[in-house]
């Protein structure tokens, strides 16, 4: 058959059509990427605007743009949204649309689990954000202590939204968790041995199993403060019985394992991003890849270090200290083989390798000062002080919205097919680079001197007023750097240089397809013979009988989770509306829990259980060939 | 990489190869493990507010005939599913049918049984009463919904065509779903040795 032939015959089994049914229904997975991005991006900007109100307040001693009660609810969103709405759901943007490129797979194991991951997630955001609108958000910080969450001092909704958000997202990072992992475990090309994967599936595998095995400490929580709150149980009031670290240490056991959820993809991306411009393979891929996996493993051994200051017995603080010291151990040995990669290559100099470099240095000063906060005697002197603050920002921004800058200035050529002006993307990072610094490095300083975290003012002649007023302006710069990126993303979509399919001269699968790839990525699906399948020799695109297009339907090869050997054929389900209706019946159950509309949660109930028996209904058809 | 030694990739014509069945059993066995990391975080908690209380639980501790009823329940309907999958892998469909309709029967026979304990056997006690009600009401009545989820997915399967349970189909329904129902049963296992077993031979035993 001819390549045209064969081309067209392809587009036909898996191009949604462009009807406003195909945009609510679609499954492929580069639409539902893409989508991820967006509304996490979306996300960023809300949350990034809520921390520009609450530096506003802070400018000067005595400010009064704020009543405390706003300025606690601001905070809360700020958090609430960056780590849970922003970090971790841009990750899996990323990973959605590049894991079955990267695998050479035609769509990921589950796409209409996909969709309904991507729908529950903007609906949680969407169901969280009905509640500034009552003007009663929640207003504990992102960690939500009790028994300040309890109806006596938190009246109103804002805590019932808070938890049934949690939960309501809960479910769709936990479904495109279990799909990450089958997908990575099952769909890899032929030959792609476990050795050979791309680092950025180790870090995703990871964080996936990390995700099944803390996500339900977080569920179990919310779910008992929601009965605490309106069912008269007693998990959290101590008089009868309930103990209020109960809380703590069920939040914990989940919220540090989350840490590595949101950071350890950006660090996979990093270790893909570094290697191609440095023109060289990275060192110590296995090194990387064991680190990368003992990272999720020894996340879970760590959490009471949040705790410190609760009162414990010496020996179990001794424990979780010296834990998380061994974490940085792993970190260490990451960022170490990143600066052989850059010190025996010949870097190239791109504003996607600006980020990715940067990153690691902020990552190193964010992990430097988390070893300090390890130390127990340390702890004690900065808990719940801007150290801290500045801490989970070094970290968090240094690990997460670093590399999510480089990846997007290394991947987004290939997402929309045109390339983003790398002067202003240099401008951007070089504002970026100065406000956050200017921004979070003085909260060090104001930490040692004492500052609280979470105050809405503070009294002048505390010598706070300078710094925070530094603080204030490096905020501002930050936001200005994102703002010129987006300018710069606008201005590649209208007249950016074509991207071609493999501008960087990278080395994974991904750059084989078109820019952006065609709806089945793959006309002959690849088989790869090493770890850097368009950087050897191997022909890995030889198919002269057409073995490998499989166009009698929507099909894609599954091979062994280890040596990528294939077993079978996996048949891939069409469009369908049954992710999104599901999403909005679910969105019903909370929205009619948080109002205790108790006969339209059974009713959505119902109808979620109808709408999944229509979903999964065997079909003769398409199924049974 | 040029240290690497290339090793050709394997080469199996494709368009051979027999239809995944896979993908179903591996997102199922994850739906597990986080289900059953959700009860481990229930019975954490269990003991958690249990520490350090000098007499937490009840004055008498639990009675121990309707679990053990229950649990006999559970796993007999397990036995019958489990014995119903065989039949299915040797395409007898009719008689798994059958056999997955039994253990809907026992699965509802579970719910109505644990309805009469909460009525006969603890009546005193409501979540309302202290930590000890709230924390044996939840799990006991999280894993109640479960009997019901399992229960509602059974009866899907049982009523889906038989070329639903064929050994060609994809999805493997009746597969996934023997296999949700066995780890809903095993659940019971836990909650009898831990919420009623060891307060027996704890108060047996002097310590509480």
């Known amino acids: 058959m001819a390549e045209l032939a064969i081309e067209s015959q392809l587009t036909d089994l898996w191009e949604t059509p462009k009807t406003i049914r195909g945009w609510f229904a679609t ?3 580069k639409e539902l990427g893409m989508r991820y991005l967006v509304t996490a991006f979306l996300f960023l900007i809300i949350g990034g605007l809520e921390s520009l109100l609450v530096r506003l307040q802070l400018v000067h001693s005595n400010m009064n743009l704020l009543s405390g009660e706003a300025y606690d609810q601001i905070f809360t969103l700020h958090g609430v949204t960056m780590i849970f709405w922003y970090a971790s759901p841009i990750l899996s943007g990323f990973a959605i649309f590049l894991i079955p490129l990267m695998i050479g797979a035609r769509d990921m194991a589950f796409p209409r689990l996909n969709a309904f991951t991507y729908w529950t997630f903007l609906l949680s955001g969407v169901f969280l954000y009905i509640s500034p609108f009552f003007r009663q958000a929640p207003h504990a910080g992102w960690f939500a202590y009790v028994p300040y969450t309890l109806p006596a001092y938190s009246p109103g909704l804002g805590m019932d939204f808070y938890a049934l958000a949690l939960i309501f997202l809960g479910i769709s990072t936990t479904g495109a968790a279990i799909n990450f992992i089958v997908t990575i475990l099952r769909l890899r090309a032929p030959g792609m041995a476990i050795s050979r994967m791309p680092l950025f599936l180790y870090s995703t595998l990871t964080i996936s199993f990390v995700v099944v095995f803390a996500m339900p400490a977080l569920t179990a929580a919310c779910v008992f403060l929601e009965l605490d709150r309106h069912w008269g149980t007693h998990f959290f009031t101590v008089p009868d019985g309930g103990s209020t670290f109960l809380w703590q240490q069920l939040f914990w056991f989940f919220g540090h394992p989350w840490v590595y959820v949101i950071f350890l993809p950006a660090t996979g991306m990093i270790s893909l991003i570094i290697p191609v411009f440095s023109r060289r393979p990275i060192v110590g891929y296995a090194y990387i890849a064991v680190s990368t996996i003992l990272t999720g493993v020894v996340g879970f051994a760590v959490w009471l270090h949040h705790m410190f200051t609760v009162g414990m017995s010496d020996l179990a603080m001794s424990i979780f200290s010296a834990g998380s010291m061994t974490i940085s151990i792993f970190t260490a040995i990451q960022v170490f083989a990143w600066l052989a990669t850059i010190w025996k290559g010949r870097p190239v100099a791109t504003t996607s390798m600006y980020y990715a470099v940067s990153s690691v240095i902020l990552l190193v000063v964010g992990g430097l000062s988390g070893v300090f906060t390890g130390v127990i005697p340390v702890d004690w002197q900065v808990h719940n002080t801007y150290y801290v603050v500045a801490h989970i920002h070094y970290v968090l921004i240094g690990g997460n919205v670093f590399p999510v800058f480089a990846g997007l200035y290394f991947w987004l050529p290939k997402m929309t097919g045109r390339m983003m002006n790398e002067k202003l993307g240099k401008l951007s990072f070089w504002v970026m680079f100065i406000g956050f610094n200017v921004a979070f490095f003085p909260m060090h300083i104001l930490g040692l001197m004492g500052m609280p975290r979470r105050i809405y003012t503070y009294a002048a002649g505390l010598g706070f007023d300078t710094w925070n007023l530094v603080v204030t302006i490096g905020a501002f710069v930050f936001g200005l750097g994102i703002l010129i990126s987006i300018v710069n993303l606008f201005v ?13 001269n990278a080395d994974g699968l991904e750059w084989l397809t078109d820019s952006p790839p065609k709806a089945y990525a793959f006309a002959h699906i690849p088989v790869v013979a090493s770890r850097h399948p368009l950087w050897d020799d191997y022909e890995n695109l030889d198919d002269p009988e057409n073995d490998r297009v499989l166009d009698q339907g929507r099909l894609t090869p599954t091979t062994t989770w280890l040596d990528a050997v294939p077993v079978g054929i996996a048949t891939i389900p069409e469009d369908s509306l049954a992710p999104l209706f599901m999403s909005l019946t679910m969105f019903g159950i909370f929205v009619a829990f948080a109002f205790h509309w108790m006969w339209a949660v059974l ?20 199924e049974v060939l | 990489m040029s240290s690497l030694v290339q090793i050709p990739p394997p080469a199996t014509k494709l368009a051979l190869l027999p239809i995944d069945q896979g993908r179903g059993l591996g997102a199922v066995w994850a739906v597990i493990a986080t289900e059953a990391t959700l009860f481990v975080c229930m019975f954490g908690a269990y003991y958690y507010l249990g520490n350090n209380k000098d007499r937490w639980a009840l004055q008498q501790p639990p009675h121990l005939v309707y679990p053990f009823v229950l649990l006999a329940v559970l796993l007999s309907s397990s036995v019958v599913l489990h014995w119903g999958e065989r039949q299915v892998e040797k395409e007898r469909y009719r008689a798994g049918r059958i056999a997955l309709w039994f253990s809907v029967l026992l699965g509802l026979t579970f719910l109505v049984l644990q309805g009469f304990e909460y009525a006969s056997e603890w009546s005193d006690l409501t979540p309302d009463s202290n930590s000890y009600g709230s924390i044996f009401y939840t799990i006991t009545s999280l894993h109640g919904a479960h009997v019901i989820v399992g229960v509602l997915i059974l009866m899907y399967v049982g ?9 060609r189909s994809p999805h493997m329904p009746y597969q996934v779903a023997s296999r949700y129902w066995h780890f809903v049963d095993a659940v019971w296992v836990f909650i009898v040795a831990l919420l009623y077993v060891i307060p027996n031979i704890q108060r047996h035993l002097h310590v509480h």
């Open chain 1, 603 to 622: 009713a959505m109930l119902i109808l979620t259980f109808a709408i999944g028996c229509i979903w999964m209904w065997p079909n003769t058809r398409k």
């Open chain 1, 27 to 29: 499954v492929d997975h």
């Open chain 1, 492 to 504: 590649s979509l209208r007249s950016g240089v074509l991207a071609g399919r493999n501008p960087w």
């Open chain 2, 159 to 167: 009523c889906q065509p038989f070329y639903g349970f064929a050994r």
